[in-house]
């Protein structure tokens, strides 16, 4: 049997290949791949940026078609399919409009029904209800001249997303399979399209994340771990409103999160070109005193994430939304104790009070409760954390993970 996969971004493993940087998102994509080359031929369709329509490889024994970004790649990916002549078209996630193109692609080459769609985010739902997360109406309604220049304000950003969000709305109304792994994805996915056969099957995650345990004694003491930042939903604003609660009863408390540290303009340029969500969360750093007590890593590779990871006290997800969060599932593989917003998928997975904290993600007096609870209950954080891994072990398993995709190509192949 041979699957051609349609990722969003270069697995990290061929990025060296065709010079691009090793983007460390799409773990979950990478933790599968491993794992299922072993049984089957996988392809994998890409964009690169050093591409003039398409162009097939063979990288590791794994062909890899890149392609390059355009308004439409339709046809491309027409082409792709027929020089790869796949029994199985997998498309990781529905974010990007190449999906529908896919989509359309394999109708109009009569593979449609050999598509599958694996459910990451979904824009649609996103984009109408959790992009803003909170945030003051001042801060969603600014826009400085270069947003407005570049059309980049937290407006603009938004309005993407739901373009995003009707590109996959039309590619889930035609396919005829979804896989998901929650009850918040099963429940979207089937008021888009109620005729869809929906498979479950949870995710492989990276590697190192299995081969290392979180330790009470080794941590750094009072830390806290967020590991992105970058987009309102992810709600980093909210933990930062949840500091100064933390820092009254431990004020040797800090915070880790991954990024680029932002900082207020001190220029008129810098002015013009500010971002309204970054100087935004200068804004609550310098309001809150917390200059002490926030660190920006930069953006990690696996390892040093992994590390990040075991450093830390408590793991954090703030998010507006998740459907099942990549961050507490390697968190939950650690070990660690956890506390997260009650969002999307994620009680799918956290127990509260047996395997992490859940909160009311409008919440932070309870976020800033949970951890304080962390830090004053090392022994009970840690059989949270054990317990957490035990299930993670479980949901996570590869060879488990893989043979159901297996059975689940099986099924659609015989249709």
């Given amino acids: ?24 998102k799409g773990g979950w994509i990478t933790g599968l791949f491993s794992g299922l080359k072993k049984h089957i031929h996988i392809d994998i369709c890409c ?107 937290l407006q603009n950003q938004r309005d993407d997303m739901a373009l995003q969000g009707t590109y996959e709305i039309e590619a889930l109304q035609k396919v005829k399979h979804v896989a998901g792994r929650t009850d918040w994805d099963y429940a979207c996915v089937t008021q888009i399209n109620p005729s869809v056969n929906y498979y479950k099957c949870s995710e492989s995650l990276r590697s190192a994340f299995y081969e290392r345990q979180w330790e009470y004694r080794q941590c750094e003491k009072y830390s806290i771990f967020v590991s992105q930042s970058h987009a309102p939903f992810k709600g980093f604003h909210m933990m930062l409103e949840a500091m100064p609660l933390i820092l009254r009863k431990f ?34 750093i310098k309001e809150y005193n917390l200059e002490e007590h926030v660190e920006f890593t930069g953006f990690l590779g696996e390892e040093k994430m992994c590390g990040q990871y075991l450093r830390a006290n408590v793991a954090v997800s703030s998010s507006s939304i998740e459907n099942s969060s990549n961050s507490i599932g390697e968190a939950m593989l650690l070990g660690m104790p ?50 957490a891994r035990a299930f993670a072990l479980l949901s996570f398993d590869r060879d488990t993970n893989s043979k159901r995709y297996m059975e689940i190509y099986n099924i659609i192949s015989k249709q």
């Fill in 1 to 24: 049997m041979k699957a051609l996969w349609l990722c969003p971004i270069m697995l990290p493993e061929f990025a060296d290949y065709f010079h691009e940087k090793k983007n460390p």
């Fill in 251 to 284: 004020p040797e408390a800090k915070l880790y999160t991954t990024g680029k540290k932002p900082a207020l303009p001190a220029t008129l340029k810098e002015k013009c070109m500010e971002m309204a969500y970054p100087s935004y969360i200068a804004r609550l």
């Fill in 47 to 153: 964009p690169a940026k050093e591409c003039s329509t398409w162009r097939k490889d063979t990288v590791n024994g794994t062909e890899v078609y890149t392609l390059k970004r355009t308004d439409d790649l339709t046809d491309a990916l027409k082409e792709i399919i027929l020089s790869s002549n796949p029994d199985i078209i997998h498309i990781w996630g529905t974010e990007k409009k190449m999906s529908l193109d896919m989509v359309n692609a394999a109708e109009q080459t009569g593979m449609l029904e050999r598509v599958i769609i694996n459910i990451q985010g979904l824009s649609s739902i996103c984009s109408k209800f959790h992009f803003f997360c909170y945030l003051p109406v001042d801060v969603i309604q600014s826009e400085s001249p270069g947003e407005y220049k570049y059309k980049v304000s």
């Fill in 338 to 387: 956890i506390v997260a917003s009650d969002v999307g998928g994620t009680n799918c997975f956290i127990e509260h009070k047996k395997n992490g904290f859940l909160y009311p993600a409008d919440a932070p007096y309870l976020l800033a409760h949970y951890i304080c609870d962390i830090f004053d209950h090392p022994e009970k954080a840690t059989f949270m954390g054990k317990s």
